[in-house]
Protein backbone atom coordinates (compact mmCIF):
# COMPACT_ATOMS: atom_id res chain seq x y z
CA UNK A 1 0.00 0.00 0.00
CA UNK A 2 1.36 3.95 -0.94
CA UNK A 3 1.39 5.85 1.19
CA UNK A 4 1.10 9.78 -0.16
CA UNK A 5 2.31 12.45 2.81
CA UNK A 6 3.60 15.74 2.30
CA UNK A 7 6.71 16.49 5.12
CA UNK A 8 5.92 20.20 5.49
CA UNK A 9 8.93 21.00 7.75
CA UNK A 10 10.96 19.45 5.00
CA UNK A 11 8.81 20.78 2.17
CA UNK A 12 9.06 17.64 0.35
CA UNK A 13 6.58 15.51 -1.12
CA UNK A 14 7.16 11.29 -0.24
CA UNK A 15 5.83 8.49 -1.33
CA UNK A 16 5.88 6.27 1.36
CA UNK A 17 5.44 2.41 1.46
CA UNK A 18 3.42 2.09 5.13
CA UNK A 19 1.25 -0.69 5.64
CA UNK A 20 0.62 -0.22 8.86
CA UNK A 21 -0.64 3.12 9.81
CA UNK A 22 -3.04 3.45 7.50
CA UNK A 23 -6.23 4.27 9.06
CA UNK A 24 -6.51 7.50 8.09
CA UNK A 25 -6.18 7.13 4.47
CA UNK A 26 -9.81 7.16 2.67
CA UNK A 27 -10.72 7.14 -0.59
CA UNK A 28 -12.19 9.91 -2.23
CA UNK A 29 -15.35 10.05 -4.44
CA UNK A 30 -12.91 9.07 -7.52
CA UNK A 31 -11.16 6.48 -5.70
CA UNK A 32 -8.44 8.69 -5.24
CA UNK A 33 -6.13 7.97 -2.03
CA UNK A 34 -6.04 10.81 0.10
CA UNK A 35 -4.30 11.49 4.02
CA UNK A 36 -7.03 12.99 5.59
CA UNK A 37 -5.10 13.92 8.63
CA UNK A 38 -2.78 16.01 6.66
CA UNK A 39 -6.04 17.69 4.75
CA UNK A 40 -8.60 17.51 7.99
CA UNK A 41 -9.81 21.26 6.35
CA UNK A 42 -11.35 19.24 3.24
CA UNK A 43 -12.30 16.66 4.89
CA UNK A 44 -14.51 18.53 7.25
CA UNK A 45 -16.16 21.17 4.37
CA UNK A 46 -16.91 17.49 2.07
CA UNK A 47 -18.21 16.09 5.01
CA UNK A 48 -20.75 19.18 4.99
CA UNK A 49 -20.31 18.84 1.06
CA UNK A 50 -21.56 14.93 1.51
CA UNK A 51 -25.15 16.57 2.68
CA UNK A 52 -25.69 18.04 -0.32
CA UNK A 53 -27.70 16.02 -2.73
CA UNK A 54 -26.05 15.95 -6.38
CA UNK A 55 -23.71 19.06 -7.08
CA UNK A 56 -21.01 16.72 -8.38
CA UNK A 57 -18.87 19.17 -10.59
CA UNK A 58 -19.41 22.00 -7.61
CA UNK A 59 -18.43 19.54 -5.03
CA UNK A 60 -15.36 18.72 -7.27
CA UNK A 61 -14.69 22.35 -8.21
CA UNK A 62 -14.23 22.68 -4.52
CA UNK A 63 -11.74 20.27 -4.02
CA UNK A 64 -9.80 21.67 -6.84
CA UNK A 65 -10.02 24.66 -5.23
CA UNK A 66 -8.75 23.32 -1.69
CA UNK A 67 -6.01 21.47 -3.59
CA UNK A 68 -4.59 24.66 -5.31
CA UNK A 69 -4.58 26.65 -2.16
CA UNK A 70 -2.83 24.06 -0.58
CA UNK A 71 -0.14 23.85 -2.82
CA UNK A 72 0.77 27.37 -3.79
CA UNK A 73 1.00 27.55 0.55
CA UNK A 74 3.82 24.54 0.06
CA UNK A 75 5.27 26.44 -3.16
CA UNK A 76 5.52 29.21 -1.14
CA UNK A 77 7.25 27.18 1.80
CA UNK A 78 9.48 26.07 -0.90
CA UNK A 79 10.90 29.02 -1.84
CA UNK A 80 8.55 29.31 -4.91
CA UNK A 81 6.60 31.72 -7.33
CA UNK A 82 3.06 31.83 -6.01
CA UNK A 83 0.20 31.32 -8.50
CA UNK A 84 -1.72 33.16 -5.80
CA UNK A 85 -5.39 34.98 -7.76
CA UNK A 86 -8.29 35.98 -6.89
CA UNK A 87 -10.87 34.12 -5.84
CA UNK A 88 -13.76 36.12 -6.88
CA UNK A 89 -16.61 34.37 -8.27
CA UNK A 90 -19.66 34.06 -10.56
CA UNK A 91 -22.27 31.63 -9.28
CA UNK A 92 -24.99 30.80 -12.43
CA UNK A 93 -28.39 29.48 -11.68
CA UNK A 94 -31.86 29.42 -10.99
CA UNK A 95 -33.30 30.12 -7.88
CA UNK A 96 -32.99 27.07 -5.03
CA UNK A 97 -29.89 25.42 -6.62
CA UNK A 98 -27.73 25.61 -3.49
CA UNK A 99 -25.88 28.48 -5.08
CA UNK A 100 -26.19 30.84 -1.41
CA UNK A 101 -25.36 27.12 0.85
CA UNK A 102 -22.39 26.54 -1.00
CA UNK A 103 -21.05 30.15 -0.94
CA UNK A 104 -21.28 30.01 2.87
CA UNK A 105 -19.19 26.80 3.13
CA UNK A 106 -16.42 28.60 1.03
CA UNK A 107 -16.52 31.31 3.60
CA UNK A 108 -15.56 28.30 6.14
CA UNK A 109 -13.35 27.14 3.99
CA UNK A 110 -11.53 30.34 3.13
CA UNK A 111 -11.21 31.03 6.80
CA UNK A 112 -9.77 27.51 7.86
CA UNK A 113 -7.35 28.14 5.14
CA UNK A 114 -6.29 31.22 6.20
CA UNK A 115 -7.20 32.61 3.09
CA UNK A 116 -10.08 35.20 4.94
CA UNK A 117 -9.20 36.67 8.26
CA UNK A 118 -12.99 36.05 9.40
CA UNK A 119 -14.83 33.94 7.11
CA UNK A 120 -18.25 35.31 7.62
CA UNK A 121 -21.22 35.13 5.01
CA UNK A 122 -22.98 38.60 3.85
CA UNK A 123 -25.67 38.42 1.27
CA UNK A 124 -26.37 41.45 -0.38
CA UNK A 125 -29.01 42.65 -3.74
CA UNK A 126 -28.99 45.76 -5.58
CA UNK A 127 -31.22 47.65 -2.83
CA UNK A 128 -27.85 47.21 -0.24
CA UNK A 129 -25.56 49.01 -3.15
CA UNK A 130 -27.24 51.64 -5.01
CA UNK A 131 -29.06 54.70 -3.14
CA UNK A 132 -31.34 57.14 -4.19
CA UNK A 133 -29.25 60.36 -4.81
CA UNK A 134 -26.21 61.13 -6.40
CA UNK A 135 -23.37 60.51 -3.91
CA UNK A 136 -25.29 58.06 -2.02
CA UNK A 137 -24.58 54.97 -4.08
CA UNK A 138 -20.80 54.80 -3.90
CA UNK A 139 -21.25 55.35 -0.04
CA UNK A 140 -23.83 52.67 0.26
CA UNK A 141 -21.45 50.51 -1.36
CA UNK A 142 -18.20 51.10 0.29
CA UNK A 143 -19.78 50.74 3.80
CA UNK A 144 -20.86 47.15 2.41
CA UNK A 145 -17.87 46.37 1.43
CA UNK A 146 -16.51 47.14 4.31
CA UNK A 147 -18.71 45.20 6.57
CA UNK A 148 -17.63 42.11 4.39
CA UNK A 149 -14.10 42.54 4.75
CA UNK A 150 -12.30 39.35 5.35
CA UNK A 151 -15.37 37.62 4.62
CA UNK A 152 -17.84 36.61 1.84
CA UNK A 153 -19.97 39.13 -0.30
CA UNK A 154 -22.40 37.56 -1.67
CA UNK A 155 -24.59 39.48 -4.72
CA UNK A 156 -27.73 37.88 -5.37
CA UNK A 157 -29.90 38.82 -8.48
CA UNK A 158 -26.34 40.56 -9.52
CA UNK A 159 -27.61 41.79 -13.02
CA UNK A 160 -30.36 44.01 -11.39
CA UNK A 161 -27.22 45.95 -10.99
CA UNK A 162 -27.26 47.06 -14.40
CA UNK A 163 -31.36 47.27 -14.76
CA UNK A 164 -31.46 50.82 -15.00
CA UNK A 165 -28.92 51.85 -17.76
CA UNK A 166 -26.25 54.13 -18.28
CA UNK A 167 -27.66 56.86 -15.96
CA UNK A 168 -28.49 54.42 -13.40
CA UNK A 169 -26.46 54.26 -10.25
CA UNK A 170 -26.21 50.65 -10.43
CA UNK A 171 -23.09 51.49 -13.05
CA UNK A 172 -21.71 53.51 -10.09
CA UNK A 173 -22.13 50.55 -7.66
CA UNK A 174 -20.23 48.55 -9.82
CA UNK A 175 -17.39 50.85 -10.78
CA UNK A 176 -17.52 50.93 -6.30
CA UNK A 177 -17.58 47.37 -6.34
CA UNK A 178 -14.48 46.54 -8.34
CA UNK A 179 -12.66 49.26 -6.23
CA UNK A 180 -13.33 47.41 -3.17
CA UNK A 181 -12.38 44.37 -4.12
CA UNK A 182 -8.93 45.89 -5.43
CA UNK A 183 -8.44 47.39 -2.13
CA UNK A 184 -8.91 45.06 -0.30
CA UNK A 185 -8.20 42.21 -2.53
CA UNK A 186 -5.98 39.91 0.17
CA UNK A 187 -8.87 39.31 2.41
CA UNK A 188 -12.36 39.56 0.92
CA UNK A 189 -14.30 37.12 -1.89
CA UNK A 190 -17.11 38.77 -3.66
CA UNK A 191 -19.31 36.05 -5.96
CA UNK A 192 -21.75 37.90 -7.73
CA UNK A 193 -24.87 35.29 -8.47
CA UNK A 194 -28.10 35.06 -10.38
CA UNK A 195 -30.09 33.21 -13.14
CA UNK A 196 -27.75 31.92 -15.78
CA UNK A 197 -28.77 34.02 -19.22
CA UNK A 198 -29.21 37.10 -16.79
CA UNK A 199 -25.96 36.59 -15.69
CA UNK A 200 -24.19 36.32 -19.32
CA UNK A 201 -25.72 39.49 -20.05
CA UNK A 202 -24.82 41.52 -17.24
CA UNK A 203 -20.81 40.66 -17.89
CA UNK A 204 -21.46 41.42 -21.90
CA UNK A 205 -22.71 44.81 -19.98
CA UNK A 206 -19.61 45.05 -18.24
CA UNK A 207 -16.78 44.18 -20.11
CA UNK A 208 -14.20 44.68 -17.51
CA UNK A 209 -16.15 42.52 -14.75
CA UNK A 210 -15.22 38.54 -16.12
CA UNK A 211 -11.59 39.11 -15.90
CA UNK A 212 -12.16 40.32 -12.02
CA UNK A 213 -14.08 36.67 -11.11
CA UNK A 214 -11.92 34.20 -12.75
CA UNK A 215 -14.06 31.30 -11.33
CA UNK A 216 -17.28 30.52 -12.71
CA UNK A 217 -19.84 27.63 -10.91
CA UNK A 218 -22.62 26.77 -12.82
CA UNK A 219 -25.40 25.18 -10.65
CA UNK A 220 -28.00 23.68 -12.57
CA UNK A 221 -31.68 22.55 -12.00
CA UNK A 222 -32.18 19.49 -9.93
CA UNK A 223 -33.39 16.29 -11.53
CA UNK A 224 -36.93 15.14 -9.89
CA UNK A 225 -34.97 11.99 -8.07
CA UNK A 226 -32.54 14.73 -6.45
CA UNK A 227 -35.18 16.95 -5.42
CA UNK A 228 -37.40 14.00 -3.99
CA UNK A 229 -33.55 13.20 -2.31
CA UNK A 230 -33.79 16.94 -1.09
CA UNK A 231 -37.23 16.20 0.43
CA UNK A 232 -36.38 13.37 2.37
CA UNK A 233 -33.38 14.29 3.85
CA UNK A 234 -35.21 18.04 4.79
CA UNK A 235 -37.21 15.86 6.43
CA UNK A 236 -35.38 13.01 8.13
CA UNK A 237 -33.67 16.59 9.32
CA UNK A 238 -36.79 17.31 10.96
CA UNK A 239 -37.45 14.16 12.31
CA UNK A 240 -39.75 12.96 10.17
CA UNK A 241 -40.56 10.53 7.00
CA UNK A 242 -42.72 9.65 4.07
CA UNK A 243 -44.72 6.85 3.99
CA UNK A 244 -44.79 5.33 0.38
CA UNK A 245 -47.80 6.91 -0.82
CA UNK A 246 -46.40 10.21 0.23
CA UNK A 247 -43.29 9.98 -1.75
CA UNK A 248 -44.90 9.10 -4.50
CA UNK A 249 -47.47 11.41 -4.88
CA UNK A 250 -44.39 13.93 -4.23
CA UNK A 251 -42.66 12.56 -7.18
CA UNK A 252 -45.03 12.55 -9.59
CA UNK A 253 -45.85 16.28 -8.73
CA UNK A 254 -42.52 17.33 -9.35
CA UNK A 255 -42.37 15.30 -12.49
CA UNK A 256 -45.28 16.86 -13.17
CA UNK A 257 -43.99 20.46 -12.81
CA UNK A 258 -40.49 20.06 -14.20
CA UNK A 259 -42.48 18.43 -17.56
CA UNK A 260 -45.07 21.68 -17.67
CA UNK A 261 -41.87 23.76 -17.00
CA UNK A 262 -43.32 25.88 -14.45
CA UNK A 263 -39.80 28.05 -13.96
CA UNK A 264 -41.75 31.09 -12.62
CA UNK A 265 -43.02 28.63 -9.86
CA UNK A 266 -40.88 26.36 -9.75
CA UNK A 267 -37.52 27.29 -7.56
CA UNK A 268 -35.94 23.57 -7.14
CA UNK A 269 -34.62 23.39 -3.04
CA UNK A 270 -36.89 26.47 -2.28
CA UNK A 271 -39.61 24.56 -3.42
CA UNK A 272 -39.36 21.76 -1.84
CA UNK A 273 -38.20 23.33 1.41
CA UNK A 274 -41.76 24.99 1.34
CA UNK A 275 -43.46 21.74 0.35
CA UNK A 276 -42.24 20.30 3.24
CA UNK A 277 -42.62 22.87 5.74
CA UNK A 278 -46.82 23.36 4.90
CA UNK A 279 -46.91 19.29 4.92
CA UNK A 280 -45.79 19.54 8.95
CA UNK A 281 -48.37 22.04 9.39
CA UNK A 282 -51.21 20.10 8.04
CA UNK A 283 -50.08 17.06 9.45
CA UNK A 284 -50.08 18.45 12.90
CA UNK A 285 -53.52 20.07 12.72
CA UNK A 286 -54.40 16.35 11.35
CA UNK A 287 -53.22 14.63 13.87
CA UNK A 288 -54.40 16.92 15.78
CA UNK A 289 -58.50 15.98 14.63
CA UNK A 290 -57.30 12.54 14.67
CA UNK A 291 -56.30 12.14 18.64
CA UNK A 292 -53.12 9.92 17.68
CA UNK A 293 -50.23 11.30 19.19
CA UNK A 294 -48.06 7.86 19.25
CA UNK A 295 -44.24 8.26 18.35
CA UNK A 296 -44.82 6.67 15.41
CA UNK A 297 -47.30 8.57 13.83
CA UNK A 298 -45.66 11.70 14.87
CA UNK A 299 -43.33 11.46 12.18
CA UNK A 300 -44.97 10.36 9.28
CA UNK A 301 -46.18 12.83 6.72
CA UNK A 302 -48.97 10.77 4.72
CA UNK A 303 -50.11 11.48 0.97
CA UNK A 304 -53.14 13.61 2.97
CA UNK A 305 -50.19 15.98 4.12
CA UNK A 306 -48.87 17.13 1.09
CA UNK A 307 -50.71 19.59 -0.57
CA UNK A 308 -49.67 19.80 -4.05
CA UNK A 309 -50.93 21.97 -7.01
CA UNK A 310 -52.14 25.45 -5.79
N1 LIG B 1 -28.04 19.90 -3.09
C1 LIG B 1 -28.85 20.18 -2.06
N2 LIG B 1 -29.03 19.25 -1.10
C2 LIG B 1 -29.85 19.53 -0.07
N3 LIG B 1 -30.54 20.67 0.09
C3 LIG B 1 -30.39 21.63 -0.84
C4 LIG B 1 -29.53 21.43 -1.96
N4 LIG B 1 -29.58 22.53 -2.74
C5 LIG B 1 -30.41 23.39 -2.15
N5 LIG B 1 -30.90 22.86 -1.00
C6 LIG B 1 -31.84 23.50 -0.10
O1 LIG B 1 -32.75 24.26 -0.88
C7 LIG B 1 -32.98 25.54 -0.31
C8 LIG B 1 -32.55 26.62 -1.27
O2 LIG B 1 -31.14 26.60 -1.46
P1 LIG B 1 -30.27 27.93 -1.66
O3 LIG B 1 -28.86 27.62 -1.38
O4 LIG B 1 -30.88 29.05 -0.87
O5 LIG B 1 -30.49 28.19 -3.21
P2 LIG B 1 -30.16 29.50 -4.09
O6 LIG B 1 -29.28 30.39 -3.28
O7 LIG B 1 -29.52 28.95 -5.32
O8 LIG B 1 -31.48 30.14 -4.39
C9 LIG B 1 -32.21 25.56 0.99
O9 LIG B 1 -33.09 25.18 2.04
C10 LIG B 1 -31.14 24.50 0.82
O10 LIG B 1 -30.77 23.93 2.04
MG1 LIG C 1 -29.90 32.36 -2.65
Redesign the pocket.
Known amino acids: MSELTMNKAKGQINVVLNSKNISHLVRDDRNEVINYEEHRVLKDIQKELDQLIGLDHVKKIIKEIYAWLYIDKVRKENGLKSNKQALHMIFKGN??TG???V?RLLGKLFFEMNVLSKGHFI?AERADLVGEYIGHTANKTRDLIKKARGGIL?I?EAYSLARGGEKDFGKEAIDTLVKGMEDYCDDLVVIL?GYPKEMDYFLSLNPGLPSRFPLTIEFPDYTVDELVKIAKQMLREREYEFTPEAERKLHDHIEEMLEEKQYGKFSNG?YVRNLIEKAIRKQAVRLLHEGRYDKKELTLIRGRDLIVGM
Open positions: PGKTTAEFDAR
